[in-house]
């Protein structure tokens, strides 16, 4: 495969939200769909004990929050899906604010029962100033929920965008059913009570069809409404403008429950962008140049373990990678040499190095070496 298919192929995006809304459910939804993980943990649960694959750390796992962004990624319909898991909390957002830099495009997860908050708007604030593309991901519809156009209303005139709902829920709350698919033209419907496991039905049915009631009963002349009044109040959905940032595509679900995660994730690789190139004051950057501009990622791999990566900013790819025990300067060395070795010595002499990642990166030892 050549460089520039490899580039093609991949899909990296940030999950962002008020606290509480649900990033890190949908993380872990998203892995169990693309098969990274085969069971889901849980932010919040009793009844499972398995935690966030993403919430590694011990106060991650005794708040339920995440504290730092985590990347993971996995295989997905060709592509290689690159997911960044962010902090909420305001108090860590310096850590998303930089994430936002480092990614293609954005998914935007809000609560149901509450509308847009503060810290998405705040976040929104930046996507918007970057024209960054984003998704929405409205979750939590298996609880009493706002109307889902009063949702919709909000989203626009809150984060200041258009919206185009290409997914549309089946009721809420305890009558919750499940949701119709806009984009694909099916219905969703989730009979088990299995929270952990990606099973789910998917049956391939028009709005018009008398079967539709023998699936979801009393709702079906209900969502044949909300389509045709979906249909008639949003302009048809427009990829250029979704990628410009003016146009924001809208889904419903609720995570924890995988309804709505699958239809998310389909459309997503379809619709969302690759590497683009990059508008700077000088030029703009082709994600496939040979010169190198890199992100310096510092991420726990595990609860024993500390990861170093180097990132390429405009082609995504990791040039430089190091894991170790400890903070120490040794592993981001080892991480900055690995990437200093896939340019040439004359560009590497050009590169300037911006020390924002905390002591190890700007000691003696890192300029020494």
């Known amino acids: 495969m050549t460089l520039q298919e490899e580039i093609t192929r991949r899909r990296t995006f940030a999950i962002i939200s008020h606290p509480d809304a649900g990033k890190t459910t949908l993380t872990e939804k998203l892995l169990l769909f693309g098969g990274a993980i085969h069971v889901a943990g849980a932010v919040k649960s009793n009844k499972i004990k398995k935690t966030a694959t993403s919430d590694f750390m011990e106060i991650e796992r005794q708040r339920g929050i995440s504290v730092a962004t985590s990347v993971m990624g996995f295989e997905y319909g060709g592509?290689?899906?690159?997911?960044?898991d962010t902090p909420g909390h305001e108090d860590f957002a310096e850590d998303t604010y930089r994430t936002l830099t480092a990614v293609d495009s954005v998914i935007?997860?809000?609560d149901g029962a509450k509308g847009v908050e503060t810290q998405t708007r705040r976040l929104?604030?930046?996507c918007r100033m970057r024209k960054t593309p984003v998704m929405v991901?409205?979750?939590?519809l298996d609880r009493p929920s706002k109307d889902p156009f009063d949702l919709l209303d909000e989203v626009e005139n809150e984060l200041q965008i258009k919206v185009r709902p290409l997914a549309f829920p089946i009721s809420n709350g305890p009558t919750f059913k499940g949701v119709y698919n806009i984009f694909e033209q099916n219905l969703s419907l989730f009979l088990s009570d299995e929270r952990l496991t990606a099973d789910a039905e998917t049956v391939d049915i028009k709005l018009d069809s008398p079967d539709l009631e023998k699936y979801i009963g009393r709702y079906a002349q209900q969502l044949r409404d909300d389509v045709e009044l979906v249909d008639g109040v949003y302009e048809p959905f427009d990829r250029e403008a979704y990628l410009r940032g003016e146009l924001a595509p809208v889904f419903f679900g609720s995570a924890i429950n995988n309804f709505g995660v699958r239809e998310l994730l389909e459309c997503f690789i379809n619709i969302a962008p690759s590497p683009r190139p990059s508008t700077t004051s000088q030029r703009p950057i082709e994600p496939n140049e040979q010169k190198m501009t890199g992100f310096v990622f510092h991420h726990w791999v595990n609860a024993n373990n500390i990861a170093s990566i180097i990132t390429d900013a405009y082609s995504h790819m990791i040039v430089g990678r190091a894991v170790g025990p400890t903070l120490e300067t040794t592993y981001p060395l080892k991480a900055l040499r690995m990437a200093l070795s896939t340019?040439?010595?004359?560009?590497a002499a050009m590169l300037i190095h911006h020390p924002d990642r905390g002591c190890q990166y700007c000691s003696q030892d890192m300029y020494k070496n």
């Open 108 to 110: 935007i997860v809000i």
């Open 343 to 347: 340019i040439d010595n004359e560009t």
């Open 79 to 84: 592509c290689k899906i690159n997911i960044l």
């Open 124 to 126: 929104m604030n930046v």
């Open 137 to 140: 991901y409205i979750n939590k």
